[in-house]
């Protein structure tokens, strides 16, 4: 039996350079052999989420979506466009795996507090007196998409490894542009649950503390001193989650 991995992102007509920490997840996987074949599609560029089985001829594939949380796209659209019917569909004798999305994986909390801890330990700040911020895509559909990141945040929280965490979102209450009524601490360390370092990454994000696009800071505003750490893409350990994730699926 053949076995492939196909990697799901979000893309960009607008930034498709937002698809290279996807498309570098890809090619690490793929030089360590463990599929026949490794691909990537992507939600808003090519190739796309219906060149999903065309681009793998495997057998088995397992198709993991590359996001911070579960939601409409996981939930619906994208196995929609892929034509998948549940956990498991079987097509033209071929056996489709759909796995969890990468961010609901219960390492995640771990790695994005490690993520913090040495953000905020390089600007000489001690973790326990600094502040972290997460900040989410959240979702202006009825009901939100705020389930997976409110789950990161309390179990960050319970670690008790920084003086407080909030939690804001882009595109939902509470919004991230309103940081500043919800956090207290001095030292911050702002991280975007984010897998790439598309358009809400490199260009929303950043003025929200007063950067340009590219800077990370640390910058002094409204009292606070605030460093904007990168995207989850930029995590190694994520190649890990994902293959995880897939093995944890060969059950189903």
């Known amino acids: 039996m053949t076995t492939a991995l196909v990697l799901v992102g979000h893309g960009s007509t607008r930034h498709p350079d937002g698809a290279a920490p996807i498309l570098a997840l890809a090619e690490d996987i793929r030089r360590r052999g463990v599929f026949t074949e490794v691909a990537a599609v992507f939600m808003k560029q090519s190739p796309g989420l219906a060149e999903a089985e065309t681009l793998v001829s495997a057998d088995t594939v397992y198709v993991v979506p590359v996001f911070a949380g579960k939601g409409y796209y996981t939930d619906i659209l994208i196995p929609r466009e892929i034509r998948l019917t549940g956990k498991v569909t079987i097509r033209n004798g071929r056996r489709f795996v759909y796995t969890a999305p990468a961010g609901t994986h219960s390492r995640l909390p771990g ?142």
């Open 111 to 252: 790695l994005i507090a490690c993520r913090a801890d040495g953000v905020a330990r390089k600007c000489g700040w001690a973790p326990e007196k600094t502040g972290l911020l997460l900040i989410a895509h959240g979702s202006s559909r009825p009901g939100g998409a705020g389930d997976t990141p409110k789950a990161i945040a309390a179990a960050i929280t319970g670690h008790r490894h920084f003086t407080e965490v909030a939690l804001v979102f882009l595109e939902q209450e509470p919004f991230a542009r309103d940081w500043r009524a919800l956090v207290d601490t001095t030292n911050l360390v702002a991280l975007p649950l984010l897998v790439a370092q598309g358009m809400h990454a490199s260009r929303d994000i950043p003025p929200l503390f007063g950067l340009a696009a590219g800077e990370s800071g640390p910058v002094t505003i409204d009292g606070h001193q605030v460093v904007l750490a990168t995207g989850l893409g930029a995590e190694p350990e994520l190649v890990e989650i994902i293959l995880d994730l897939a093995k944890a699926a060969t059950g189903v």
